[in-house]
């Protein structure tokens, strides 16, 4: 015997908005409204720290702990260019597109994330998923 039910929403195909959804292995973070334009801001996940900007209509994400010696860099400061975040502690300048250093101290680059805006939610993917 068929049984329809229709879930305690209700909803037809529609994904559960929220922290926390999976879905293509992207994961909603936080809400469009937490994270201003050119502000960083920074959220714990289960892969560790990462840290959110949005610069003209891009949102970039990336690991928050410099790889220096681990000061946050969403408490830092973006680039002159926009495009890339510079440590509080000791200068170090991470490319927000790739993670690579451009300045030292750090020589090695920060994790990046695949990102994407959807229905007012930022959604990060797995590490390592870049593009
Ligand atoms: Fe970031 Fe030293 S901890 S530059």
Redesign the pocket.
Known sequence: MERLDPGPRGGLGRLTEGRGTVEEGFRAIASIAEVPEGELRAFDLPQGRVAIVRVEQEIFAFGDE??????S?AEGALGGQEESVI??????EFDLRTGEPLEG??EDPVPVYRVREREGWIEIGAIGEEG
């Open positions: 410099c790889t220096h010696e681990g000061c860099l440590c509080p502690c000791h200068g170090s101290p750090a």
